[in-house]
């Protein structure tokens, strides 16, 4: 695929501010600040030109939720339930998303800056034209993902699952892992530094002559 410069959320001011949500309804040019959804049932609502600043969403249910130009800064979304979910234009910017299910989703031009997200799992997901950036990934899953246009930019992967997951075109040189769960043919068209290279070559019980 062709790489192009990832799509930002296009918000147009002014937002209403608002403090409640329901399941099943539709919010468009929202500003939500300093709210509390801890273990709500917000499933099938649908967010456009939406910001979210120091929100709590610690085990929501958002399953089916549909989110275009949106924008979570320093938010709480441990443990929500994201299956089935669609996200086009989407930023969270320091942001913790520990535990978080993003199973069976699809996420278009979505970035993850300084965010928290390990334990998460983005299995049978479709990510295209997405980021994460100086952020933390650890033993999270991406099992059977499809990836197009996916960047690891200064990003945490250690013991993180790549089962059935290509990684061509994908560069992990500036990332950092002792350990991954991927095979050598899922590594093939991958982009990885030299010190890296000798962790996989000693992974699949090879020796690397002249080094101990």
Same mark, same amino acid.
């Given at each position: 695929?062709?790489?192009?410069?990832?799509?930002? =959320?296009?918000?147009?001011? =002014?937002?209403?501010?608002?403090?409640?949500?329901? /399941?099943?309804?539709?919010?468009?040019? $929202?500003?939500? /600040?300093?709210?509390?959804?801890?273990?709500?049932?917000?499933?099938? @609502?649908?967010?456009? %030109?939406?910001?979210?600043?120091? @929100?709590?969403?610690?085990? %929501?249910?958002?399953? !089916?939720?549909?989110?275009?130009?949106?924008?979570?800064?320093?938010?709480?979304?441990?443990?929500?339930?994201?299956?089935? #979910?669609?996200?086009? /234009? #989407?930023?969270?910017?320091?942001?913790?998303?520990?535990?978080?299910?993003?199973?069976? &989703?699809?996420?278009?031009? *979505? &970035?993850?800056?300084?965010?928290?997200? =390990?334990?998460?799992?983005?299995? +049978?997901?479709?990510?295209? +034209? *997405? /980021?994460?950036?100086?952020?933390?990934?650890? +033993?999270?899953?991406? #099992?059977?993902?499809?990836?197009?246009?996916?960047?690891?930019?200064?990003?945490?992967?250690?013991?993180? !699952?790549?089962?059935?997951?290509?990684?061509?075109? $994908?560069?992990?040189?500036?990332?950092?892992?002792?350990?991954?769960?991927?095979?050598?043919?899922?590594?093939?068209? @991958?982009? $990885? &530094?030299?010190? !890296? %290279?000798? %962790?996989?070559?000693?992974?699949?019980?090879?020796?690397?002559?002249? $080094?101990?």
């Amino acid at each position: 695929m062709k790489k192009r410069t990832l799509q930002s =959320p296009k918000i147009k001011e =002014p937002l209403e501010e608002t403090i409640h949500l329901e /399941r099943e309804e539709r919010y468009e040019r $929202i500003v939500v /600040r300093k709210q509390t959804f801890e273990q709500q049932d917000l499933r099938d @609502c649908r967010f456009e %030109a939406a910001v979210f600043e120091q @929100c709590f969403f610690l085990g %929501a249910s958002l399953q !089916q939720t549909e989110w275009v130009d949106c924008e979570f800064y320093k938010c709480d979304l441990s443990n929500v339930d994201l299956t089935q #979910v669609t996200m086009h /234009r #989407v930023k969270f910017f320091e942001c913790k998303l520990s535990g978080a299910v993003c199973f069976d &989703s699809f996420y278009q031009d *979505v &970035s993850f800056e300084d965010t928290q997200l =390990p334990y998460s799992n983005f299995s +049978h997901s479709s990510l295209k +034209h *997405v /980021r994460f950036q100086s952020s933390l990934l650890n +033993h999270a899953d991406f #099992v059977e993902v499809n990836f197009a246009n996916v960047t690891f930019d200064d990003v945490s992967l250690n013991d993180v !699952q790549f089962t059935n997951t290509s990684l061509k075109e $994908i560069d992990l040189s500036t990332s950092r892992f002792d350990q991954l769960t991927v095979s050598a043919e899922e590594l093939i068209g @991958c982009t $990885i &530094s030299e010190d !890296q %290279a000798t %962790a996989f070559v000693r992974a699949f019980g090879m020796k690397v002559k002249g $080094i101990d």
